[in-house]
């Protein structure tokens, strides 16, 4: 078992839905992160969070670690979120380290 | 503006020969690092470096080597060692310092092995 899962997988949405990435985590976490990767492959760092919730625009980011669980919510999607969504954990053994999560390819359809 | 440039952006290289990728930070991150990313799999480290003159091995180190001579630049060679070496390479950096934890990457290097 991958000490991040990311679920679901892949993920086909019509413009303005709400959508939610989940993210499952079993190591102890110093910080968790959600990242966004598009095509050709630059990856922008969305939210760190180590605790409860932060906003940015249309993305909400929520995290509850007593369950190790993270969401990442998009509102009112456009087609310029499709991207690859990627949760990581950075380790309280070591902040040097993080694991990834296999991501979450994001189509919206207008 | 800070951020982190990796170059080159694209790479063909043919078998046997060595190849070095560059990152360059300019964001006095204390901490960088070099992942791995193959179609439909997370990112996989392969060498992190938290200070100056030193570095350790990640998940996947073997076939590759690096240095870690100045704060801002952390370069990773490909070695002809390395079995599957296409793949798509991203540095990455971080303050590591307490309260500070933001990972910063850069736009990544492609490489393809002919």
């Known amino acids: 078992k991958n000490e991040v899962e990311q679920s679901p997988q892949n993920l086909t949405a019509q413009e303005g839905e709400f959508i939610t990435i989940n993210c499952s985590y079993s190591v102890g976490i110093s910080a968790l992160h959600w990242l966004q990767q598009h095509p050709g492959g630059g990856i922008v760092s969305l939210f760190m969070?180590?605790?409860g919730k932060k906003k940015h625009g249309r993305l909400i980011a929520t995290i509850n670690i007593q369950e190790k669980h993270s969401s990442l919510h998009i509102t009112a999607s456009h087609p310029r979120d499709s991207a690859v969504y990627i949760c990581?954990?950075?380790?309280?053994?070591?902040?040097?380290?993080?694991?990834f999560g296999d991501g979450t390819t994001l189509t919206v359809k207008p | 503006d800070g951020g982190i440039t990796q170059s080159p952006k694209y790479l063909f290289r043919k078998e046997g020969q060595n190849v070095t990728l560059s990152c360059e930070q300019n964001?006095?991150?204390?901490?960088m690092y070099w992942y791995r990313q193959d179609p439909g799999q997370g990112l996989r480290l392969i060498y992190y470096?938290?200070?100056?003159?030193?570095?350790q091995k990640g998940d996947i180190a073997e076939g590759y080597s690096v240095s870690r001579e100045k704060k801002e630049s952390f370069p990773l060679t490909v070695t002809s060692a390395q079995k599957n070496p296409t793949a798509f390479y991203l540095c990455a950096s971080n303050p590591n310092r307490a309260g500070a934890n933001v990972l910063t990457f850069g736009a990544g290097s492609r490489l393809t092995v002919l």
């Open positions: 969070l180590s605790s």
């Open positions: 964001l006095n991150h204390d901490a």
């Open positions: 990581a954990v950075s380790h309280n053994t070591n902040a040097g380290k993080s694991t």
């Open positions: 470096s938290q200070i100056v003159n030193d570095f």
